[in-house]
């Protein structure tokens, strides 16, 4: 069970080295706020980060164009999704483009957008490297 829980953390890998070394030669990127963004890499799964990649070319996938305020039958995949989109949102690292509260139900795949450090993850991490394959599933999902 170890091995299974970890190998999926072990791809965080090179996109950590790119987070270290992207900020290391950055003239705009501060001590502190460098602290805080391995910091916050750290914090995230694997799968969120291919979230982060997965808002960014969202275009190409079809995701959901609605709520789940109505939707009937969560799969435990689709709500263990969901929380991860929304621990990004209640972090402020990603945004649902909506006037509604921040709920799970009140997640739209296909309206969801990086913000804030969130935007600095991607960038920094070079997540636009994470294949598809990884974040197909997700996708998948959030149709």
Same mark, same amino acid.
Not at 36 to 55: A, D, M, S
Not at 86 to 96: A, M, S, T, V
Not at 108 to 113: I, R, S, V
């Given at each position: $069970?170890?091995?299974?829980?970890? #190998?999926?953390?072990?791809?965080?890998?090179?996109? $950590?080295? *790119? %987070?270290? !070394?992207?900020?290391?030669?950055?003239? &705009?990127?501060? !001590?502190?706020?460098?602290?805080?963004?391995?910091?916050?890499?750290? #914090?995230? @799964?694997?799968?969120?980060?291919?979230?982060?990649?997965? +808002?960014?070319?969202?275009?190409?996938?079809?995701?959901? &164009?609605?709520? *789940?305020?109505? *939707?009937?039958?969560?799969?435990?995949?689709?709500?263990?999704?969901?929380?991860?989109?929304?621990?990004?949102?209640?972090?402020?690292?990603?945004?649902?483009?909506?006037?509604?509260?921040?709920?799970?139900?009140? @997640?739209?795949? !296909?309206? =969801?957008?990086?913000?804030?450090?969130?935007?600095?993850?991607? *960038?920094? =991490?070079?997540?636009?490297?994470?294949?598809?394959?990884?974040? +197909?599933?997700? !996708? #998948?999902? %959030?149709?």
């Amino acid at each position: $069970m170890l091995k299974c829980q970890r #190998e999926p953390q072990e791809k965080k890998i090179p996109y $950590m080295g *790119y %987070l270290k !070394a992207g900020i290391s030669f950055s003239s &705009n990127v501060s !001590a502190d706020m460098g602290h805080q963004i391995i910091k916050v890499g750290e #914090e995230l @799964t694997y799968r969120q980060l291919c979230i982060l990649k997965l +808002i960014v070319v969202k275009d190409r996938f079809g995701l959901r &164009n609605e709520n *789940y305020r109505n *939707y009937g039958g969560f799969s435990k995949e689709l709500y263990s999704v969901l929380y991860e989109c929304k621990d990004l949102h209640d972090r402020e690292y990603i945004n649902f483009d909506t006037e509604v509260g921040s709920g799970l139900t009140n @997640t739209m795949p !296909a309206n =969801m957008n990086l913000q804030g450090l969130g935007n600095d993850l991607y *960038y920094f =991490m070079k997540l636009t490297f994470i294949p598809d394959e990884d974040i +197909i599933p997700i !996708a #998948e999902v %959030l149709k």
